[in-house]
C-alpha cells in the first residue's frame, strides 16, 4: 500500500494499514479520541473482524481482497443537517472512479449512498459522526469491492468480477481520494446545487415507477429525487412524499 498519495492537497498524507482491525471506522475513531489523527488521514485494514455496514449490518470482506478504509474529516465548514453531503460526495468519488476504470459501465447510486454497477452493489458508505456543540470530526467508511471474485449475495459485486482484470489496492485507493478531495473542495467552496444535480443524475430508479417498503406494506411510487435534507422524495400516486433512511426500503 502506498504511504502517501502525491496529487492531493490534504487527502491521504498520512495512510495508517493494519492487516487486520475490528472495524477501520472504530479504529479511527479511537485514535481520534486519543487525538492521534488529522484532517485528511487515512486509515485501511486487509480484514475485518467487524465490519460495520449500514442500519447495523455487517460488511463481510476476503481478507487481502477489497479496500476497506476510513477517511478522518473535520469539516468546519459543514453544518450537522448538512452531513448527508458528505455521504453523497463519497458516492459520486464511487461513480467516478468506476468509470475511469470501466468507461462504458452503468454506474448509479442507490439512495443514500450504495454504488451500484451494472445493478449490482459495489461499494458501500458509512459516515460516523461526533458531534459535541458542533460537528467535531467525521469519519467516512468506505468498503469497495477490488478482487473478490464470489460474493455469498448474488447482488454484489467487484472491479475483478466485472472486468475479469486484477487491480492494484493501492492505486485504486490513491484514485479515489483524487476523486473525494475534489468533491469535498466543491463543498467547501459552496458548490452544493452542483454536486446535487450530480447525485440526480446518478441516481437509481429515478423517474421510474418501482416498489417500495415502508411501515411494513409495499407501494408504487416514483423516484424524484432527494430533498434539501437528503431525504428520499417519492410519488406516490401523485402525492409527494418524503422519506428518512430507515423509513423505507427499496423492494424492486
Ligand atoms: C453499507 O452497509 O453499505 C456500508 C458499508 C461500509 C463498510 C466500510 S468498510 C470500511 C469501514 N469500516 C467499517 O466497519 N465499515 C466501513
Same mark, same amino acid.
Given at each position: 500500500?502506498?504511504?502517501?498519495?502525491?496529487?492531493?492537497?490534504?487527502?491521504?498524507?498520512?495512510?495508517?494499514?493494519?492487516?487486520?482491525?475490528?472495524?477501520?471506522?472504530?479504529?479511527?475513531?479511537?485514535?481520534?479520541?486519543?487525538?492521534?489523527?488529522?484532517?485528511?488521514?487515512?486509515?485501511?485494514?486487509?480484514?475485518?473482524?467487524?465490519?460495520?455496514?449500514?442500519?447495523?449490518?455487517?460488511?463481510?470482506?476476503?481478507?487481502?481482497?477489497?479496500?476497506?478504509?476510513?477517511?478522518?474529516?473535520?469539516?468546519?465548514?459543514?453544518?450537522?443537517?448538512?452531513?448527508?453531503?458528505?455521504?453523497?460526495?463519497?458516492?459520486?468519488?464511487?461513480?467516478?472512479?468506476?468509470?475511469?476504470?470501466?468507461?462504458?459501465?452503468?454506474?448509479?447510486?442507490?439512495?443514500?449512498?450504495?454504488?451500484?454497477? !451494472? &445493478?449490482?452493489?459495489?461499494?458501500?458508505? /458509512? @459516515?460516523?459522526?461526533?458531534? $459535541?456543540?458542533? %460537528?467535531?470530526?467525521?469519519?467516512? *467508511?468506505?468498503?469497495?469491492?477490488?478482487?473478490?471474485?464470489?460474493?455469498?449475495?448474488?447482488?454484489?459485486?467487484?472491479?475483478?468480477?466485472?472486468?475479469?482484470?486484477?487491480?492494484?489496492?493501492?492505486?485504486?485507493?490513491?484514485?479515489?481520494?483524487?476523486?473525494?478531495?475534489?468533491?469535498?473542495?466543491?463543498?467547501?467552496?459552496?458548490?452544493?446545487?452542483?454536486?446535487?444535480?450530480?447525485?440526480?443524475?446518478?441516481?437509481?430508479?429515478?423517474?421510474?415507477?418501482?416498489?417500495?417498503?415502508? !411501515? &411494513?406494506?409495499?407501494?408504487?411510487?416514483? /423516484? @424524484?429525487?432527494?430533498?434539501? $435534507?437528503?431525504? %428520499?422524495?417519492?410519488?406516490?400516486? *401523485?402525492?409527494?412524499?418524503?422519506?428518512?433512511?430507515?423509513?423505507?426500503?427499496?423492494?424492486?
Amino acid at each position: 500500500m502506498h504511504k502517501n498519495f502525491a496529487n492531493t492537497r490534504f487527502l491521504g498524507k498520512t495512510i495508517t494499514s493494519l492487516p487486520e482491525c475490528h472495524s477501520t471506522n472504530d479504529f479511527m475513531a479511537q485514535l481520534a479520541a486519543k487525538e492521534q489523527v488529522a484532517h485528511g488521514d487515512i486509515l485501511t485494514a486487509e480484514f475485518q473482524s467487524k465490519g460495520k455496514g449500514q442500519r447495523g449490518n455487517t460488511w463481510m470482506s476476503e481478507k487481502g481482497k477489497n479496500l476497506l478504509f476510513s477517511i478522518y474529516l473535520k469539516p468546519s465548514f459543514l453544518k450537522v443537517k448538512d452531513i448527508f453531503l458528505l455521504n453523497i460526495i463519497a458516492g459520486l468519488a464511487g461513480t467516478q472512479l468506476i468509470n475511469q476504470i470501466i468507461p462504458g459501465a452503468e454506474c448509479e447510486l442507490k439512495w443514500p449512498n450504495d454504488v451500484y454497477v !451494472n &445493478g449490482k452493489k459495489i461499494s458501500g458508505i /458509512l @459516515i460516523e459522526t461526533s458531534i $459535541s456543540k458542533q %460537528l467535531d470530526f467525521v469519519v467516512a *467508511g468506505i468498503g469497495f469491492n477490488v478482487n473478490q471474485s464470489h460474493f455469498a449475495l448474488p447482488t454484489a459485486t467487484s472491479l475483478k468480477i466485472e472486468t475479469g482484470k486484477a487491480y492494484d489496492l493501492g492505486g485504486v485507493l490513491e484514485s479515489y481520494a483524487e476523486f473525494f478531495e475534489n468533491y469535498y473542495i466543491m463543498l467547501e467552496q459552496g458548490q452544493r446545487s452542483h454536486i446535487l444535480r450530480l447525485y440526480h443524475d446518478r441516481m437509481m430508479w429515478r423517474g421510474e415507477t418501482h416498489t417500495y417498503r415502508s !411501515n &411494513g406494506s409495499e407501494f408504487e411510487a416514483v /423516484l @424524484i429525487g432527494i430533498n434539501e $435534507s437528503g431525504n %428520499l422524495v417519492l410519488n406516490c400516486n *401523485g402525492a409527494s412524499k418524503q422519506f428518512r433512511t430507515k423509513e423505507v426500503e427499496f423492494v424492486s
